[in-house]
């Protein structure tokens, strides 16, 4: 619960910057390569940028949480897909698995501090149910949205974050 709160305290002082989401999620996805070697991931991302306003340090924690997850309830085979793009003047990035469904009673819930949806005894470890609640702060430190939905037509599970695009604007703020 401490690096819930930690990351909170950490955001208030935090500054934004302009950044390419596009770039730092397929910089990401080459280092989850590396990581998680028994996974496969696919990144398509956008060829146009996809500029934000944010911190690239906690878009990348935020990623990390969540692709942990993706990895965490995967199938083995099928790839994990990170996608980037600018849809209805937001950026979206989107991280999508092949696995279990998720449970439509969850569905809101696993993004609260303290939930967990992993069967019991998985893996003999406890799990404390924070990864996503901190990817829901760090969306939202970045006036975003973080949500989940099983996917259409195959079983697994799709996170989508949506954040608002940033435009240089000529006059002083």
């Known amino acids: 619960m401490s690096e819930a709160t930690r990351l909170e305290q950490i955001l208030q002082g935090c500054e934004k910057e302009p950044l390419q ?3 730092l999620v397929a910089a990401c996805v080459d280092q989850y390569r590396q990581i998680y070697p028994g996974s ?3 990144a398509e ?3 146009t940028p996809v500029p934000i306003l944010g911190s690239a340090e906690h878009l990348v924690q935020l990623l990390d949480k969540v692709v942990a997850n993706a990895v965490e309830f995967s199938k083995p085979g ?3 897909l990170l996608n980037c793009r600018e849809d209805n003047g937001e950026a979206v990035l989107s991280v999508s698995n092949h696995g279990p469904y998720l449970d439509p009673a969850m569905k809101d819930r696993i993004f609260d501090s303290m939930v967990s949806v992993r069967p019991q005894g ?3 470890l406890p799990h404390l149910g924070l990864g996503l609640h901190i990817a829901r702060l760090i969306a939202e430190f970045h006036n975003g949205t973080i949500y989940a939905e099983n996917l259409m037509g195959e079983e ?3 996170v989508v974050v949506r954040l608002p695009l940033w435009r ?6």
């Open 21 to 23: 989401l596009e770039q």
């Open 40 to 42: 496969t991931f696919v």
């Open 45 to 47: 991302t956008s060829s």
């Open 78 to 80: 099928p790839p994990i």
């Open 122 to 124: 998985n893996k003999g």
């Open 156 to 158: 697994g599970v799709i």
């Open 168 to 173: 240089k604007t000529t006059r002083k703020q």
